[in-house]
T-cell receptor, first 115, second 111 residues
Framework: DAGVTQSPTHLIKTRGQQVTLRCSPKSGHDTVSWYQQALGQGPQFIFQYYEEEERQRGNFPDRFSGHQFPNYSSELNVNALLLGDSALYLC??????????????FGPGTRLLVL | RKEVEQDPGPFNVPEGATVAFNCTYSNSASQSFFWYRQDCRKEPKLLMSVYSSGNEDGRFTAQLNRASQYISLLIRDSKLSDSATYLCVVNMGFGNEKLTFGTGTRLTIIP
């Protein structure tokens, strides 16, 4: 049973560029959440996708956008990159149940460095 | 005030000792609570959920005090492999809304 997978594992970009990160959820999961983890900090919630729609959003600017595909995989897009966007980007998947959900399982992350 | 607050440490503890971590959360409407473990340069992994009645998993015991908005984790007979960052996590819903993380407490077990 494959767990959550993310690609690429590492990425180097320059300021102003755009980046797309990808996530495939754990088998049987239908919900994908994205988190940003800066060095020395806990992960911060960016947004969550379910049924191909953004279900919840954290305090991140519109430069951060996403998409979920019919096969439940997801992309995170960041436009106009800033130095402060350098971080580990984590994808977590879960299965949305009525009245509550399962534990969120994290992928290995994509480490983004903006120069 | 941060939504979830933890002492960042580091905690340097000899092997075999008992160590306790504490965490406070600000939103009294929070519904579910967890401890995650994160090894260096790896993803967070669920260590255990935390219930009002308290729960134990081997050497690990977690407690929740809703009145004081306080969560704890106790590790007994610590092993070298327990060295990691321990993240206190709070969820407004029952598992599927956004997870709110503390900054983590770094633990190093010394031989």
């Amino acid at each position: 049973d494959a767990g959550v997978t993310q690609s690429p594992t590492h990425l180097i970009k320059t300021r102003g560029q755009q980046v797309t990160l990808r996530c495939s959820p754990k088998s049987g999961h239908d919900t994908v959440s994205w988190y940003q983890q800066a060095l020395g900090q806990g992960p911060q919630f960016i947004f969550q996708y379910y049924e191909e729609e953004e279900r919840q959003r954290g305090n991140f600017p519109d430069r951060f956008s996403g998409h979920q595909f019919p096969n439940y995989s997801s992309e995170l897009n960041v436009n106009a990159l800033l130095l402060g966007d350098s971080a580990l980007y984590l994808c977590a998947s879960s299965f949305l149940l009525a009245g509550g959900g399962e534990t969120q399982y994290f992928g290995p992350g994509t480490r983004l460095l903006v120069l | 005030r941060k939504e979830v607050e933890q002492d960042p440490g580091p905690f340097n503890v000899p092997e075999g000792a008992t160590v306790a971590f504490n965490c406070t959360y600000s939103n009294s409407a929070s519904q579910s609570f967890f401890w995650y473990r994160q090894d260096c340069r790896k993803e967070p992994k669920l260590l255990m959920s935390v219930y009002s009645s308290g729960n134990e998993d081997g050497r690990f015991t977690a407690q929740l005090n809703r009145a004081s908005q306080y969560i704890s984790l106790l590790i007994r007979d610590s092993k070298l492999s327990d060295s990691a960052t321990y993240l206190c996590v709070v969820n407004m819903g029952f598992g599927n809304e956004k997870l709110t993380f503390g900054t983590g407490t770094r633990l190093t077990i010394i031989p």
